[in-house]
């Protein structure tokens, strides 16, 4: 940290980062104010990572615990990991936002407040005896207490706006301070109210007012006697956007359906954490992108089955409770041997659970949530960006074998975001559907014709006929085909056959997989093994781990069935295997079972993702335990 004068009597203080936590009511717009202020810090040329979290009532009471809405950024000057263990400024807008979150405080972090929503009703309503202002249970923190619906109240007044109608912008005065407080560029705040608002030009006034009172108010106050800069991380050279994944998610389908030259159906319905790629997904029919709201789950899933009979890339997606319902025309895709995505954006659960919070509970139901033996590709995207290219593997994945494929996300993904470098589009890899066009076996009598589970010799795939091709004409459904003709068959002999022929398709994935990197500079006797969206803490805390002097070894799976053919061989190396899941264990199970080593797991289902210092803790304790 270095400091230096801006103005008589303020200096400006420079960090290498911070972690700022916006909270309020679920209507103080939260999720706007952060997501600000996070579009301010990328374009900025800071490296970030934001953690949203939504209450899960879609309109709790004011002011309770379960109304709060909060919404996390780390922002830094270098590669971060993650939106950090615990927030350096909390913004409260009302005592149930500061109740809920300053726990997470460190002494010495900062709190501002929102002192005029600090009433003996809203305390009572939080959960308060006392008020915390004045009771001493602040006392290791930093507090500042500003007036904010004062202030912008007073701000709008010139506008003829009703002190009602005002309140509303306060959280656009919250995001000018905090602009200020870390010397964020204000223009873009400024041309996105305009643009966000456009329709509404009186709210556009009112916002734009209250965001350059917040900013003045910082700038000529003398409450603040220090500002900082976070200055901009050194970027590789090219066109960089901030995404969340389920955008990424939604760009990487496009891209896959462009690279093959197929048209992209997503039969979907809505479902939190993942109807935002029904709604990204449904903005570009230029790309040739249809997309089918289903009047439910299995509906969604059988019209994207559907599509893939007839020649698209069949795309569906939902949430835990979604994949209940879709596992019978999973299981068909399985049998019919038509390329299918099956995207899972996990949450808390069972049942409704937690629809907002995040969970990594889904893996076995991926594997096995099916009736017979029907094995499918599961792949998992480990960063917000990274959904692009998992969504791209995925789909090269289903068309390449004919199969469905399930990609896993979760909540945390799928709402977090981070800086993403745009890929060049000729890097893009090239998936050919291989689509047949003509008899491929000769019957008895000596004649061409076409046999719909003829395999390909490498990949065991069956050939992809498109519906109407002449001399392709063959029959699909749910009954066990004939091997080669495709005939409906019931000889049991036969059926073990498909069977087998089946699971050797999936299992001849490996083949094409890259081999699990291993990030082991000093020859560890620990590895830290991670699947899915632990891949930041367990980075952050393994390098943490390292800067204290101990050797470990890292390892992070996308593949997750098959595994990587080397995964066997990397995983008898160690003598102990850490294996940090957001569940209560479901990869340990796996690698235990399938390759015989005592995996130790690292569990927690609480609804949010690993901090860095839990896994930190948990490889110094194994470490000490090899001692």
């Not at 972690?19 to 900025?44: C, K």
């Not at 263990?85 to 500061?98: F, I, K, Q, R």
């Not at 009112?206 to 991380?233: D, R, S």
């Not at 291993?518 to 390098?543: F, I, K, R």
Request: hydrophobic share 45%; charged share 20%; net charge negative.
């Amino acid at each position: 940290m270095s400091s230096t004068l801006d103005r008589p009597g303020r200096r400006i203080e420079r960090l290498d980062r911070v972690v700022v936590r916006f909270a309020g009511d679920s209507g103080d717009g939260m999720q706007v104010t952060g997501d600000r202020f996070t579009a301010e810090s990328a374009l900025f040329g800071n490296d970030l990572a934001t953690l949203p979290s939504f209450p899960a009532e879609i309109r709790a009471p004011a002011g309770t615990l379960a109304g709060v809405s909060a919404f996390q950024v780390h922002i830094a000057d270098h590669d971060i990991f993650t939106p950090g263990d615990s927030p350096t400024v909390l913004v409260a807008m009302n005592p149930a936002a500061l109740r809920a979150n300053v726990g997470d405080l460190p002494a010495g972090g900062t709190v501002i407040l929102n002192a005029d929503a600090f009433d003996e009703r809203s305390l009572e309503k939080a959960g308060y005896a006392s008020d915390p202002r004045t009771d001493g249970s602040l006392s290791a923190l930093v507090v500042y207490e500003i007036p904010m619906t004062t202030l912008t109240v007073e701000a709008v007044k010139s506008i003829g706006a009703k002190p009602r109608d005002a309140e509303r912008s306060k959280n656009f005065f919250a995001l000018g301070l905090v602009s200020w407080l870390f010397e964020r560029p204000i223009e873009p705040t400024l041309d996105f109210i305009a643009e966000r608002y456009g329709a509404r030009p009186a709210v556009v006034e009112a916002n734009t007012l209250a965001f350059k009172a917040g900013w003045n108010f910082g700038e000529t106050t003398e409450l603040f006697a220090v500002a900082y800069e976070i200055p901009p991380t050194a970027l590789e050279p090219g066109t960089y956007t901030n995404v969340t994944g389920n955008t990424a998610l939604a760009w990487g389908l496009v891209a896959a359906a462009q690279r093959s030259g197929l048209e992209l159906f997503l039969g979907s319905y809505p479902i939190t954490p993942a109807s935002d790629l029904l709604h990204e997904l449904a903005k570009h029919k230029n790309f040739g992108v249809r997309t089918f709201q289903a009047e439910d789950e299995i509906a969604g899933a059988s019209a994207a089955l559907g599509a893939a009979f007839g020649g698209a890339l069949g795309v569906t997606t939902t949430s835990g409770p979604g994949i209940d319902l879709k596992s019978e025309t999973i299981g068909l895709a399985v049998s019919l041997e038509l390329p299918l995505v099956v995207i899972d954006v996990q949450r808390g659960g069972p049942s409704t659970g937690l629809p907002t919070k995040t969970e990594q509970a889904d893996l076995l139901a991926a594997l096995y949530g099916r009736h017979g033996e029907a094995p499918v590709p599961v792949i998992a995207a480990a960063t917000p960006s990274g959904c692009f290219d998992a969504a791209l593997e995925a789909a090269r994945l289903a068309v390449t074998y004919r199969t469905p494929v399930f990609l896993l996300t979760d909540g945390s993904l799928a709402n977090g975001s981070e800086p993403w470098r745009l890929p060049e589009v000729d890097s893009l890899p090239v998936i050919e559907p291989g689509f047949a066009t003509g008899p491929n076996a000769t019957g008895p009598d000596g004649a061409a014709r076409f046999e719909p589970y003829r395999r390909d010799p490498e990949t065991l795939a069956r050939p992809w006929a498109r519906p109407g091709t002449p001399g392709l004409e063959h029959r699909v459904g749910g009954l066990e085909k004939s091997d080669g003709a495709g005939a409906v068959s019931y000889d049991p002999v036969n059926h073990e056959t498909m069977v087998h022929l089946r699971a050797a398709k999936i299992a001849g994935i490996a083949k094409a997989i890259p081999p699990i990197d291993v990030d082991d500079p000093s020859g560890a006797e620990l590895l830290v093994l991670g699947w899915g969206s632990t891949y930041g803490a367990v980075l952050a805390a393994v390098h943490r781990a390292r800067a204290s002097g101990h050797a470990v070894a890292r390892a992070h799976l996308t593949h997750l069935n098959p595994f990587p053919a080397n995964l066997g061989e990397v995983l008898g190396r160690y003598k102990k295997v850490l294996v940090p899941e957001v569940n209560l264990g479901q990869l340990s199970r796996l690698v235990r079972a399938e390759f015989l080593v005592d995996a130790v797991s690292l569990n927690k289902v609480q609804g949010t993702p690993f901090k860095v210092a839990e896994i930190e803790r948990a490889i110094l304790a194994l470490l000490e335990e090899t001692r």
